[in-house]
């Protein structure tokens, strides 16, 4: 029998209101200035403030670091070690989506493991002796889960490729779940984070490395991001609760099981054309499952009833087909487009070649060679 690994946060806080808390942790740990991780855009539209009047109104220290984009790159992490060095930091709050909570990872690890200040040595699983910084995560979209994760991931411009690091020494210390703080996010951006938190449930629940307890999460998951994804994007108070849940929930299951070849698709998309990563994996997803459903013995079956489809009397061959359509349809729903403009026939080869090294391509329940890849990539053309 296989020796399982589990990984989760030392402790997460769930509900509305649930950012009240951080203060009160801070405090029971002597720490004395934030090194608050966070995008511009939270700044800009006063996401951060939410965050900032708290540790104002307990005369707790902070300082804002925000160069971050949206897909980000190996010079922020850099230029955030330097500023997290300068700042007299102690600990780390990282606010956002995956690219704040990616961001804050990566500087956390080096601060505390310097001999990886070469961003690239991150890359797959890095041996680090340490642990992070001590680190407070705050999601402020439901998608990525970074909160509940071992992995992040960056772009290398200069190769043009985003690189997985996979590292147990990077789960934040605390999770902050508030879907409150999930509230200002627009819909698009609410649709192609909540497909990228479906693609996570589906690939891990489908994943070579699958077992019985991420499987119970996982498939938990599927079914609230299903029944809640469409009222998230018209904020409505349960959508959001349930749809925060569900990225968590998938979250814990898939950082301890990996991915497939949807992901690994979607990290190279983002990396060549700046894709938004949720809309790459959407993208990607019912077309990558065709591509895989042979392999999947009858866990389709339990994917389309997550889903909502009554499965009653289907062959084997029909309940793929449901589980595929269940999420075609719900992609299509919340507005995710089927094609990419921009994508060339010349890039083809770089995206495949690229798709294959990606970390993510090794879990997938079926080996997709170069020639597989550019078939898949040609779908959304």
Known sequence: MAVNRFVLNGISYHGKGAIQEIPGIIQSKGFQKAFLCTDPDLVKFGVAKKVTDLLDANSMAYEI???????????????GVEAYKKSGADYMIALGGGSSMDTGK????????????????????A??????????????TAGTAAEATINYVITDVEKKRKFVCVDVNDIPDVAIVDPDMMSTMPKSLTAATGMDALTHAIEG??????????????LEAIRLISKNLRAALENDDAGREGMALGQFVTGMAFSNVGLGIAHSMAHTLGAVYDTPHGVA??????????????????????????????????????YRKAAIDAVRQLSQDVGIPTKLEGMKEEDLDFLAESAAADACAPGNPKAASIDDFKALFRKIM
């Open 281 to 318: 994996c959407a993208m990607m997803l019912p077309i990558v499952m065709e591509f895989n459903q042979e392999a999947t013995g009858e866990k389709f079956k339990a994917v389309a009833e997550a889903m909502g489809v009554d499965t009653t009397g289907m062959d084997q061959a029909a």
């Open 127 to 140: 041996p680090t002796k340490n642990r992070t910084v001590f680190t407070v995560a705050v999601p402020t």
């Open 65 to 79: 670091y925000s160069d971050i984009k949206p897909n980000p790159t190996i010079e922020n992490v850099v230029s």
């Open 106 to 125: 990566a500087i956390g690890i080096i601060i505390n493991n310097p001999e990886f200040a070469d961003v690239r040595s991150l890359e797959g699983v």
């Open 205 to 218: 629940y489908t994943t070579a490395a699958a077992w019985a307890l991420p499987d119970c999460l996982n």
